[in-house]
């Protein structure tokens, strides 16, 4: 298994997904989407490739890798908190996910570029739309945030409490 995936649960769901239109009922619709499956099906890489383009540092590599080709250094600099070892790591995963161009040029000292891969191109395209609901959703998710933390708290105190009523025998 690589670095930074973490492995799916062997067991399955106490109700498994129906894969197919033929084991449904006559009252149970077929969708073809079923993301209960990513945990379930024997050799399914769906939940790894997620896993990979989905964290917080393959998706600022895929997010500036659009704009131009980069080398290891410029893109270092672009992406805050990222440690050398971290780049490296992310580089080849995505390199070998297809989602990265890799192009070294024998000469002194020797240059590396990377670039968007077409496939890494369109990935983009559904990293885009994420951003953009996000922008659109964070001062609802933000207010969601603050509403939750204040019930936490006020049942945190309450459970604190020494003065709290309790029961005697």
């Known amino acids: 298994m690589e670095e930074g995936t973490s492995k799916s649960p062997t067991h399955p769901p106490s109700n498994p997904p129906r894969s ?8 149970e619709e077929y969708d073809e989407y079923d993301a209960l499956q990513w945990d379930v099906r024997e050799g399914c890489e769906v939940r ?5 383009v989905a964290d917080k540092w393959s998706l600022l590599v895929i997010a500036i ?3 131009r080709t980069m080398r290891f250094t410029e893109l270092r600099r672009e992406i805050d908190g990222i440690s050398q070892r971290m780049l490296t ?3 080849r995963q995505l390199e070998r996910d297809g ?3 890799r192009t070294v040029y024998a000469v ?7 670039a968007l891969t077409p496939m890494g191109t369109t990935l983009h395209t559904t990293i885009r739309s994420l951003v953009t609901w996000t922008e659109e959703h964070q001062t609802r998710i933000a207010e969601a945030r603050a509403a939750y933390d204040a019930r936490t708290e006020a049942t945190t105190k309450l459970t604190a409490s020494p003065n709290r009523a309790t029961a005697h025998p």
């Open 65 to 67: 890798l659009e704009r």
């Open 108 to 114: 002194v000292p020797p240059r590396v570029d990377y």
């Open 48 to 52: 790894q490739i997620l896993d990979r």
């Open 89 to 91: 790591v992310t580089l």
């Open 99 to 101: 989602l990265v161009r």
């Open 20 to 27: 197919t239109p033929a084991e449904h009922t006559e009252h």
